[in-house]
């Protein structure tokens, strides 16, 4: 079996970051232990099988969790019986993600791949994962995974149903395709809304006592001084009048924005 698809790095000893650097978008998926259960924060692209580098790590229950339905960051919930997915993103969890062809998803899947796939893989013939959830993710819910808590915050903007994770135990914030660094977050599309996701931006930069911050892709984990600079630019787009759809590529120190 090839493994070498994933890279795994141990942020302690009950957190693993599961990353795939082969592939331009350099996807990260998340493994949380507690004591009772495991939650699995995304299941990456769907070119490896992400099941047998968490089997290897956890014989706990795992509970997926899902930030946002795209194609990058669902690729193996069908590996899995428990998934979780806000309601903003039920319906493309169900029946595809709106706006975006099978032809597209192929190119993007099968592009700027440096490192050997694992056998099995093959873009011509790559389907996005579709099924419904176990259940479904609010604002404000508090995950317990025995000893161990995750809080929900809906960070709608870059799709409808988008989430961040917040680790209360060990203060760690999970912000999927919201606030991510090297590669512009995107707001570009007709399913996105810019103010929506400048409203998203302020509300986690509101959280206290974040120690590392990690977004789903390029560089794993950011000092969260980033929150500082999230809200100066929060403040700068809507005092320029720039939270607008065409507005364009908006550069920040340490993340950029695209509208
Ligand atoms: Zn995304
Ligand atoms: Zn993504």
Not at 156 to 168: I, L, M, N, Q
């Amino acid at each position: 079996m090839n493994n070498s698809w994933f890279t795994v790095q141990p942020i302690d000893d009950v957190t693993f970051a599961i990353s795939e650097y082969g592939h331009w978008e350099k996807v990260h998926s998340f493994l949380l232990l507690g004591q009772e259960k495991a939650a699995l924060i995304d299941t990456g692209l769907g070119i490896g099988n992400i099941k047998e580098i968490t089997d290897t790590l956890t014989r706990l229950p795992i509970e997926v969790l899902t930030t946002h339905v795209h194609t990058d960051h669902i690729g193996n919930h069908g590996e899995f019986e428990r998934i979780f997915v806000h309601e903003g993103d039920l319906d493309w969890l169900m029946h595809g993600i709106k706006g975006l062809s099978l032809e597209q998803i192929r190119r993007d899947i099968g592009r700027d791949i440096t490192q050997p796939t694992p056998d099995g893989f093959n873009p011509e013939t790559y389907k996005p994962f579709q099924g419904a959830p176990a259940g479904l993710l609010h604002d404000g819910d508090r995950i317990d995974l025995g000893g161990r808590t995750l809080t929900v915050y809906h960070t709608p903007g870059h799709s409808p149903g988008h989430v961040a994770f917040f680790d209360e135990t060990y203060r760690y914030l999970f912000t999927g395709d919201l606030l991510y660094d090297e590669t512009p977050v995107y707001a570009f599309y007709p399913s996105t809304s810019p103010v929506d996701l400048v409203h998203s931006l302020e509300r986690i930069a509101e959280i206290e006592g974040v120690r590392t911050i990690y977004g789903s892709h390029n560089t794993l984990g950011l000092d969260p001084e980033i929150l500082t600079e999230v809200k100066r630019a929060v403040r700068l787009l809507r005092d320029k009048d720039l939270v607008r759809f065409g507005t364009g590529l908006h550069q920040f120190n340490g993340f950029s924005i695209q509208f």
